[in-house]
């Protein structure tokens, strides 16, 4: 039996995205102090795909929306 030939390409697939059709997105805990108080808050990281602009919401608890935080 002969042995298959395997031909390696060297390619490469650009990732094109319509405005708001992808993001990245993740969930951090973080430890912070607030007037003095060490307190545990909720963070969510996003960063559109389109044009790599990165959004950061703190939140104390994750359905407080009052308590929110955006940077």
């Excluded at 405005?19 to 102090?33: I, L, Y």
């Excluded at 795909?49 to 959004?55: D, E, G, K, L, V």
Aim: glycine share 2%; with cysteine; aromatic share 12%.
């Amino acid at each position: 039996m002969k042995a298959a030939k395997v031909r390696q390409l060297n390619t490469k697939l650009a990732l094109v995205f319509a405005s708001g059709d992808a993001c990245q997105f993740d969930w951090s805990h973080e430890h912070v102090e607030i007037d003095c108080v060490p307190q545990t808050i909720k963070v969510a990281h996003f960063r559109l795909a389109y044009s790599r602009q990165m959004f950061v919401a703190a939140s104390f608890t994750a359905v407080s929306s009052q308590r929110r935080i955006w940077f």
